[in-house]
């Protein structure tokens, strides 16, 4: 074998083209003929390398050891030629069990034990329950009805599996899909040679049909699993930014959930049924205001077609009166927590307080407060009080220290004592802590502009009492429903909480490395395409009993995987076998109850002859 160097120039173009070649010389009746085994593109790599090259590539195919050490930059494209060559010559040798009537005729060989060498391992299990559930959402027709490609369709469908199985950036992505996971196998294609910008560009394909994508997947859910969609819940998380994007309008500074203070930001709002399918998302600016947002949300939700007995569960945030009358001229019944309280806890009546909930974690009590044409509902927590007493006393602590600080500085050399600036000092602590701060009296002393003393008090203690004791209100416009139903409506409220909950930690979510508004615009939505696959898989397992988070299914199922084993015979030829692992018992637990195939993939076998 030898490396041959062509070069072409097309006509009427003076630049010389140049590229290489893998040759094998053999001998026929006419005489020694060459024949081109690879395609090498252009060979980056100095000539008197280039003998050794192609002896490192033959022996690596042949199974024959290293008998010289060679440079690095040899061994490393010796070891990607020789996989190509490898690949190119496989041929299918066994049948997918899905349609195979019986088992292929075993074949013998006598084997050197000593010559067997394993490589190309790539994980299968993950991908495999994430592919064949965006197919079982019908994601593959449906891309092909907007208009995109085959190739693109197959790119959707890594973008969308890879946030599933290995949440990272394009460049993350394309180094998983190349270098440690089978779905290019699962897809019946090569990633090989995949660039970054193709993820970007699918990216921004796929955001360009987000609105029809989420219909069909609303009505593909909806059909697949009698989703009945009486309940949706309506809340927003928003993600930081890495960088200014400076290039992004919606990229603004607010309010971070995930306490990234003076970075920019970007907010998904996202509307989810009682199972925790999602029905729609949009992406607002950092700074947007809650309950503005539900404003720009509301046509959408208008387009179902019965809205009757429909009811929006909304968090305190966005549950304004203004968006709570828009719900009812809409149509839509509506649950929320109270933004304030409307009778004080010491007025409730203890004797009449039911309990909805009670194990050794919690106590869950309520009592109907009647208000008009609403329904509100009292309810006490014992651990939400045991919480709250907690942070309490950490408040109180941690605000009358700060006090302490002050009031010693009147008396230090160098301290704080004009009388305007001490008041400046506690002004700052009270809006630190504010939620202690407003109950306590403070009073300083004053002569001749400077401040002589400070002291204070806890004055409003029935008051802080109240508003840590674990209580909360909801208001509702359903009068059908007793106590035990509308709390059990208001705990859903927590799917949101899970669902952004996967969002953060199993899907990536923060942070973002776009400073362009459509790139991270479709970052958010490729990571909700991988939602409703993460809560399709979690849907399916819960109803055969299998109650897993998918980080730890995702974590137990990259254990399936694909792998090439090379190994010699007796009479010196090589043969290479291309096979799946056998499934272990968790992962026949999770393919079963999923119904997808045990072994997704038929076994590949290839013998060579000595070149």
Not at 56 to 84: C, F, K, T
Request: with cysteine.
């Amino acid at each position: 074998m030898f490396i041959k160097e062509v070069k072409k120039q097309n006509p009427g173009y003076r630049k010389i083209f140049i590229s290489h070649r893998l040759m094998e010389s053999y001998r026929t009746e006419r005489g020694p003929r060459q024949r081109t085994i690879l395609q090498l593109g252009k060979l980056d790599l100095q000539k008197e390398y280039w003998k050794t090259l192609a002896d490192r590539i033959e022996a690596m195919v042949l199974g024959q050891g290293l008998l010289l050490p060679v440079e690095r930059e040899v061994e490393s494209l010796a070891q990607h030629y020789a996989n190509l060559m490898i690949e190119n010559q496989l041929v299918l040798a066994g049948t997918d069990e899905r349609v195979s009537e019986a088992p292929p005729p075993p074949e013998y060989e006598t084997l050197d034990l000593k010559s067997f060498g394993h490589h190309e391992s790539r994980t299968l299990g993950a991908e495999h329950a994430g592919l064949s559930t965006f197919r079982h959402l019908g994601l593959d027709p449906f891309l092909k009805k907007c208009g995109l490609s085959p190739k693109e369709v197959l790119l959707s469908a890594l973008s969308v599996v890879g946030k599933l199985v290995h949440p990272a950036s394009e460049l993350g992505t394309r180094e998983w899909a190349q270098s440690l996971s089978g779905i290019d196998e699962l897809l019946n294609t090569s990633f090989r040679h995949l660039s970054q910008n193709a993820l970007y560009r699918i990216s921004d394909t796929l955001l360009t049909h987000k609105k029809v994508i989420e219909q069909h997947l609303r009505e593909k859910e909806k059909d697949l699993f009698s989703l009945e969609e009486r309940i949706l819940l309506y809340d927003l998380t928003n993600t930081y930014f890495e960088g200014t994007a400076k290039g992004n309008k919606k990229a603004k500074h607010g309010r971070s959930k995930d306490k990234q203070k003076g970075r920019p930001l970007v907010t998904l709002g996202l509307v989810i049924d009682e199972h925790g399918f999602p029905k729609r998302s949009e992406i607002f600016s950092g700074n947007a205001s809650e309950p503005d947002t539900l404003l720009e949300m509301i046509d959408q939700l208008s387009e179902s077609r019965d809205k009757k007995g429909m009811t929006v569960l909304l968090d305190a945030g966005i549950a304004t009166e203004e968006n709570l009358t828009l719900l009812k001229e809409q149509g839509y019944q509506y649950v929320c927590v109270a933004r304030n309280r409307p009778v004080e806890t010491s007025e409730i009546n203890p004797d009449g307080l039911i309990t909805v909930k009670k194990d050794k974690h919690n106590k869950v009590e309520v009592e109907f407060v009647k208000a008009g044409s609403e329904n509100i509902l009292y309810c006490k927590s014992l651990a939400k009080a045991q919480k709250e007493q907690a942070m309490k006393s950490l408040f109180q602590e941690r605000f009358e220290e700060g006090l302490k600080q002050v009031r010693q500085a009147l008396k230090k050399k160098g301290g704080t004592k004009k009388y305007e600036k001490v008041l400046e000092r506690i002004g700052r602590l009270k809006e630190r802590y504010s939620l202690i701060g407003h109950y306590y009296h403070i009073q300083v002393s004053e002569r001749n502009g400077m401040a002589t003393n400070l002291t204070w008090k806890l004055e409003k203690k029935q008051q802080c009492e109240d508003r840590f004791s674990g209580s909360y209100f909801l208001r509702t416009s359903r009068t059908d429903l007793d106590e035990e139903q509308l709390w059990s409506l208001y705990i859903m409220l927590t799917h949101v909480e899970d669902a952004f909950r996967s969002f953060k930690h199993e899907l990536n979510l923060r942070p973002v490395y776009h400073q362009k508004e459509t790139r991270s615009d479709g970052h958010l939505f490729i990571t909700v395409l991988a939602y409703h696959l993460l809560n399709t898989i979690q849907h399916r397992l819960r109803a055969e009993g299998i109650h897993m988070e998918w980080w730890r299914v995702r974590k137990y199922l990259s254990s399936h995987i694909r792998i090439t084993t090379a190994v010699t015979t007796k009479e010196g030829k090589q043969i290479y076998l291309r096979t799946s692992s056998t499934p272990e018992p968790f992962h026949r637990r999770i393919y079963t109850a999923l119904g997808i195939p045990l072994n997704p993939l038929p076994q590949k076998r290839i013998r060579l002859e000595n070149l």
